[in-house]
């Protein structure tokens, strides 16, 4: 039950392979549940699945998304925003049915109250087929930082200061980097049915490393996937410290 891995040339193959994982759940199940991430890793792989629908081998009429994470607070028209950057990687570009697009809501009055009101979102949707992650460079997902506990459900979280630092090249400076965000829990990305965790550069080498060690530690939360029988690391040398 370790986490199996698939180690490919370049980030063109990366993209393609993970691309081609998701293309296999939404063909054997019209009206999939794909629990999507942003950043830059999954970018190729957006535009692999665009195209795939492009000339009609992939369908998105009937799949739902739930995205992982939102900054907050964030309005969906700022071009850093989670939702901003999934209309412009992906839904903008399939056929796919806005209204069961979900990511959690960057401008509620009471962030609390979006997390308790993304879990019902969550378990009205029903069990995710295929969660993709990437990983942040001191091993976070979602944004489930490092720390001394982690969270099972949705909630809200502070950003570390590396994570900021990571995140700062999107923005126009550090200072404009949200401090805050809402992101589902490790509870939350663990009830997936099937999990894949993208990775590449040599930033995420250690973070990979400490997972795949197959320990658990909260200081790297992506080593919490250890913990699920169905999780694929799709990754180049780079990442695996080659
Ligand atoms: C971000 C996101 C994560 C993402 C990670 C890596 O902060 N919250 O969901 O996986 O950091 O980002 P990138 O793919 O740009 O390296």
């Known amino acids: 039950m370790s986490i199996k891995v698939i180690r490919c040339e370049n980030y063109a193959e990366m993209s393609r392979a993970a691309a081609s994982i998701v293309a296999k759940v939404m063909i054997e ?18 535009g692999e699945l665009a ?8 369908d998105f009429s009937d799949v739902t998304t739930v995205n992982l994470d939102e900054y907050y607070p964030i309005s969906p028209d700022n071009d ?14 399939v056929n796919i049915d806005k209204s069961r697009t979900y990511v959690p809501d960057g401008t509620a009055a009471d962030p609390d109250d979006a997390c308790r009101r993304y879990e019902e979102i969550l378990d009205s949707v029903g069990q995710v087929d295929i969660q993709v992650l990437g990983i942040g460079q001191n091993g976070h997902i979602g944004f489930n930082e490092p720390a001394e506990s982690l969270e099972v459900l949705t909630h809200v979280t502070g ?59 909260t200081s790297c939360p992506a080593s919490l996937l250890n913990l699920h029988p169905d999780v694929t690391l799709i990754c180049d040398p780079a990442a695996l410290g080659e």
């Open 29 to 46: 199940k019209k009206n999939a549940v794909l629990g999507l991430a942003t950043g830059s890793t999954p970018v190729g792989m957006y």
């Open 51 to 58: 195209e795939m629908n492009r000339i009609g081998v992939l």
């Open 80 to 93: 850093q925003s989670y939702r901003y950057f999934m209309n412009e990687n992906l839904f903008d570009h």
């Open 159 to 217: 950003l570390t200061a590396s994570t900021i630092k990571a995140n700062a090249r999107f923005f126009a400076s550090e200072a404009d980097v949200p401090t805050k965000a809402l992101t589902m829990g490790m509870g939350t990305i663990l009830r997936a049915k099937k999990i894949i965790i993208m990775a590449n550069g040599a930033a995420k080498r250690d973070a990979v490393a400490v997972m795949l060690k197959g320990g658990l530690t």
